[in-house]
């Protein structure tokens, strides 16, 4: 199936874990983005990539951390300096410089 | 800050049309309009984009004021499964590697369609 797979779909962490996220996607998509969703909220951006080797700061990337070794893979680590883990992460991929984004399913992280 | 101005919620019974307003006065003339929805607890899904001129799909059609200033987003027969959250965003065009190229989500609008 094409498309873009983010496990695991549920997780549960003590607090002052790290925590990491994985966004596999096969649409041979450039860009790739990580986004938060916190309940009744918006979508905020956390970090995206254009392309290989590179990515940048979105808006709220305090506490996260990312690598984009290859094309496929962008995966999210959640530090314990992010002060509310708890939420909604979802990954998106796009053609470099378009606006359609393709979103996966989205994890859902809980701190205890 | 978002800068689209969208109504918190909307009813709309199953069969009619369903007619999103957003406004974005302050749009720039290389800025498109995106309408992206969102059903609960999924990904968002992208429906449709224009710059000035209406534009039509398998979805949607999105119509565009002259000034740009505004839009409305329309799903001729909604549906029970058009329930969602929709987000309206504009966005530069074709914005490689910039910050202004990402896509800012509001709170949009809840549709809730009736039977």
């Known amino acids: 199936d094409g498309g873009i797979t983010q496990s695991p779909k549920y997780l549960f962490r003590k607090e002052g874990q790290n925590v990491t996220l994985s966004c596999e996607q096969n649409?041979?998509?450039?860009?790739m983005y990580w986004y938060r969703q916190d309940p009744g909220q918006g979508l905020r951006l956390i970090y995206y990539?254009?392309?290989?080797?590179?990515?940048q700061k979105g808006d709220i990337a305090e506490g996260y951390s990312v690598s984009r070794e290859k094309k496929e893979s962008f995966p999210l680590t959640v530090t314990s300096a992010q002060k509310n883990p708890t939420a909604f992460y979802l990954c998106?991929?796009?053609?470099?410089?378009?606006?359609?984004?393709?979103f996966g399913e989205g994890s859902r992280l809980t701190v205890l | 800050d978002a800068k689209t101005t969208q109504p918190p919620s909307m009813d709309c019974a199953e069969g009619r049309a369903a007619n999103l307003p957003c406004n974005h006065s302050?749009?720039?003339?290389?800025?498109?309009v995106y309408w992206y929805r969102q059903i609960h607890s999924q990904g968002p899904q992208y429906i449709i984009h224009?710059?000035?001129n209406n534009e039509t799909n398998e979805m949607a059609s999105l119509i565009i004021t002259e000034d740009r200033k505004s839009s409305t987003l329309i799903l001729p027969h909604a549906t029970l499964r058009d329930t969602a959250v929709y987000y309206c965003?504009?966005?530069?065009?074709?914005?490689?590697?910039?910050?202004?190229?990402?896509?800012?989500f509001g709170k949009g609008t809840k549709l809730s369609v009736k039977p």
């Open positions: 990539s254009q392309i290989v080797n590179d990515f």
């Open positions: 649409l041979n998509h450039d860009a």
């Open positions: 224009g710059l000035k």
């Open positions: 965003i504009v966005r530069v065009a074709g914005n490689y590697g910039g910050s202004q190229g990402n896509l800012i």
């Open positions: 302050t749009i720039s003339g290389n800025e498109y």
């Open positions: 998106a991929t796009s053609v470099r410089g378009s606006g359609e984004l393709f």
